[in-house]
Each structure stands twice: as structure tokens, then as C-alpha cells.
């Protein structure tokens, strides 16, 4: 059955440095998103991409994140300079009709 | 007020018992979803709903649009179906991003 993958599975990174989080959606799918999840908190929406750009994006999604197709295959998002407060887990997804959720990044900051 | 609002937070059960979870929500909303949490964080995508309901194995999934309400009801339960619940609904004109409830944690015991 074809799945959403995520690289890496777990990431740890110091205070202001950038981080870009990977994700190869399911093939056919169009339509791509970001979710993100704080430790003992319900899964956030972040942005959703479709056709090369972005199509919705919540309050989360500030400056300092930005999303990308770099080719057919990955989707990939940003922390330009990380926050303690951007530890998370950090889902991606992929949709024909269902949503379709990746494993997870987990993402400590120091 | 939260859009998404789960009860109960946390259930425990018995073996074999049948479970109910519930979900209301306070928003239009063109689909609501059920998905399943694993402790390692990994989100399964189990059942998505627009109207009636549905079964998968021991899974039903019930909705009713009027009253803003779902319920996922799990017969026969087993100690593998362990997990948090989380009832996410797709806003109607959105660009399909979900909204999510706090989540269920489901406990059964052998």
C-alpha cells in the first residue's frame, strides 16, 4: 500500500539554527499538507500546498516557515531560525480524497 | 470554545467491552475524519464521513450532520486497539486542512 514517508524520523537542533523537515507524499496525490503536534497538545494545522503553491496557511505559519516542491517527488519544510517553542512533531500528508499522514518528525530545540 | 470538542478525554476498558467515543463539533463542516495515534506518535487515518455511517472490521463510525455530532464505536474491544482517537473535520470552503479534536486516549485491559 503506498505511504506517506518523512525524513528524519527524529531531529534535534540548537536554538536559531534552520531546519528543513522532508516528506515524499503518496505519487498521485495533489494536494499536501503540514500539521504539527506539541507534546501533550492536539495536532495543529499549519499550511496546505497545491499546484506549486501555497493554498492556506494558519497563524503558526509565520516568517519563519516556508514550504517547497524542490522536484516531483519531496515536499519539505523550513524553520528558518528555530524556537524552543517549535518543538514538536511534525506531520505531513498527502490527499486524493482521504488524508493520508506520515510518521512523524520529531523536532527537539536546545 | 474549542471548534472540535471529544469526550471523554480518557477511557478505560475491559476486554471485550463496547466502546463509545464521541465528537461535536460547532463548525460546517464538508467531512469528518477518525483517526487513530499510536504512543509513537504515528496518525492512521481510519474512517472519513460526510453523512450515515460506517463499518470497518470491529470499527463503526456514526454521523449526524443536523445535530453536529459523530460517534466511533468499537465492539469486541482488544487490548491492541490501545490508543489516542482523534475526530478532525475538513471546514466546508476550505482548502480541505483539518481542524482537530483533543483526542480520546483509549486504555483496554486484558
Known amino acids: 500500500e503506498p505511504e506517506v514517508t518523512q525524513t528524519p524520523s527524529h531531529q534535534v537542533t540548537q536554538m536559531g539554527q534552520e531546519v528543513i523537515l522532508r516528506c515524499v507524499p503518496i505519487?498521485?496525490?495533489?494536494?499536501f499538507y503540514w500539521y504539527r503536534q506539541i507534546l501533550g497538545q492536539k495536532v495543529e494545522f499549519l499550511v496546505s500546498?497545491?499546484?506549486?503553491?501555497?493554498?492556506?496557511k494558519s497563524e503558526i505559519f509565520d516568517d519563519q516557515f516556508s514550504v517547497e516542491r524542490p522536484d516531483g517527488s519531496n515536499f519539505t519544510l523550513k524553520i528558518r531560525s528555530t524556537k524552543l517553542e517549535d518543538s514538536a512533531m511534525y506531520f505531513c500528508?498527502?490527499?486524493?480524497?482521504?488524508?493520508?499522514f506520515g510518521p512523524g518528525t520529531r523536532l527537539l530545540v536546545l | 470554545k474549542n471548534e472540535v470538542e471529544q469526550s471523554p478525554q480518557n477511557l478505560t476498558a475491559q476486554e471485550g467491552e463496547f466502546i463509545t467515543i464521541n465528537c461535536s463539533y460547532s463548525?460546517?463542516?464538508?467531512?469528518l475524519h477518525w483517526l487513530q495515534q499510536h504512543p509513537g506518535g504515528g496518525i492512521v487515518s481510519l474512517f472519513m464521513l460526510s453523512s450515515g455511517k460506517k463499518k470497518h472490521g470491529r470499527l463503526i463510525a456514526t454521523i449526524n450532520i443536523q445535530e453536529k455530532h459523530s460517534s466511533l464505536h468499537i465492539t469486541a474491544s482488544h487490548p491492541r486497539d490501545s490508543a489516542v482517537y482523534i475526530c478532525a473535520v475538513r471546514r466546508s470552503g476550505s482548502a480541505r486542512q483539518l481542524t482537530f479534536g483533543s483526542g480520546t486516549q483509549l486504555t483496554v485491559l486484558p
Open positions: 505519487s498521485n496525490h495533489l494536494y
Open positions: 500546498f497545491y499546484n506549486n503553491e501555497i493554498s492556506e
Open positions: 500528508a498527502s490527499r486524493e480524497e482521504t488524508q493520508y
Open positions: 463548525v460546517g463542516i464538508s467531512a
